[in-house]
């Protein structure tokens, strides 16, 4: 398995403890007689930088999709800042501060970077329909212009200045899936949730990427929760992991504890030796 290597983060999760940002509590998730989750419970605690890993089918995406809203649980609750979620649509969850970066990307390829990235803070927008037609003689025009301003920050961290006016659909996959973060990071969300942000990148490319998700929970103050299958990148930049094994929750805790944890050896790693490996690899 390779991993990225990237400083590691100072020890924020134990600043962080007892101050959770979200909370699930008991969910479960079935499609018919298929479950997807079984009575999963964890937090994360603000200013935390959390992992979500485990085998293809364990469950990963669907708990990420119950924290955003694209599924509600079957059963069990979710809270964010102490507030019952459950019932909200993503839209109403965005509002409250959620932001997120899909698997597969979901870039408007015929739109430009910057317009892309200028669609993921609509939430932000104050000035309506009305409002917006007298562009000139009310706050339309100062309100874009303040959010363009914020929009170039964002591609200016992300170093993408040199494709900012370049179609989205004609960029190279990497670059897509920055431009993907940078619309997630537009919407300045309190807690991101990032589905296997470095899939399909070389080793190059998950180097800046791990980079940018570092300076994103460490100098942005964003709380991250990250689903990622390369295991040196998480046990380098993660507080805290949570393993899934067919929908339930089989381990939990910092990334030495969940690594030595003979049930991820044999649900996710697969034999001790290669686990021994990994453990070489990551020290």
Same mark, same amino acid.
């Given at each position: 398995m390779s991993g990225a290597p990237v400083a590691t983060p100072p020890d924020r999760a134990g600043e962080a403890a007892g101050n959770p940002i979200f909370e699930a509590r008991n969910v479960s998730l079935r499609f018919g007689g298929v479950r997807a989750l079984t009575e999963v419970s964890f937090h994360i605690n603000k200013g935390e930088l959390f992992s979500i890993i485990g085998p293809n089918g364990a469950g990963k995406t669907s708990m990420v999709n119950c924290i955003s809203g694209r599924y509600r649980p079957t059963e069990g609750r979710v809270f964010f800042k102490g507030k019952d979620i459950t019932d909200m649509t993503p839209n109403h969850r965005a509002?409250?501060?959620?932001?997120?970066? $899909?698997?597969?990307?979901?870039?408007?390829?015929?739109?430009?970077?910057?317009?892309?990235?200028?669609?993921?803070?609509?939430?932000?927008?104050?000035?309506? $329909?009305?409002?917006?037609?007298?562009?000139? $003689?009310?706050?339309?025009?100062? %309100?874009?212009?303040? @959010?363009?301003?914020?929009?170039?920050?964002?591609?200016?961290?992300?170093?993408?200045? @040199?494709?900012?006016?370049?179609?989205?659909?004609?960029?190279?996959?990497?670059?897509?899936?920055?431009? %993907?973060? /940078?619309?997630?990071? /537009?919407?300045?969300?309190?807690?991101?949730?990032?589905?296997?942000?470095?899939?399909?990148?070389?080793?190059?490319?998950?180097?800046?990427?791990?980079?940018?998700?570092?300076?994103?929970?460490?100098?942005?103050?964003?709380?991250?929760?990250?689903?990622? @299958?390369?295991?040196?990148?998480?046990?380098?930049?993660?507080?805290?992991?949570?393993?899934l094994d067919f929908g339930r929750k089989i381990a939990e805790g910092s990334p030495e504890e969940v690594l030595a944890d003979p049930r991820v050896r044999t649900a996710y790693l697969g034999e001790e030796d290669e686990t021994d490996d990994v453990q070489q690899e990551v020290a």
């Open positions: 509002s409250l501060g959620i932001g997120r970066t $899909f698997q597969n990307l979901a870039l408007f390829g015929h739109m430009t970077v910057l317009d892309n990235i200028m669609v993921g803070r609509h939430h932000l927008l104050k000035n309506n $329909f009305l409002t917006g037609a007298l562009y000139w $003689f009310t706050g339309a025009r100062q %309100e874009e212009l303040a @959010h363009r301003r914020e929009v170039e920050e964002i591609i200016d961290f992300l170093e993408i200045q @040199h494709v900012r006016k370049a179609t989205a659909g004609t960029l190279s996959y990497g670059l897509r899936k920055r431009v %993907e973060l /940078a619309r997630a990071v /537009a919407l300045k969300p309190d807690l991101i949730l990032l589905d296997e942000p470095m899939a399909g990148m070389n080793l190059e490319e998950k180097e800046d990427m791990a980079r940018y998700i570092v300076d994103l929970n460490e100098e942005w103050g964003m709380t991250v929760v990250m689903i990622e @299958h390369d295991m040196g990148v998480v046990m380098d930049i993660s507080h805290r992991v949570m393993v």
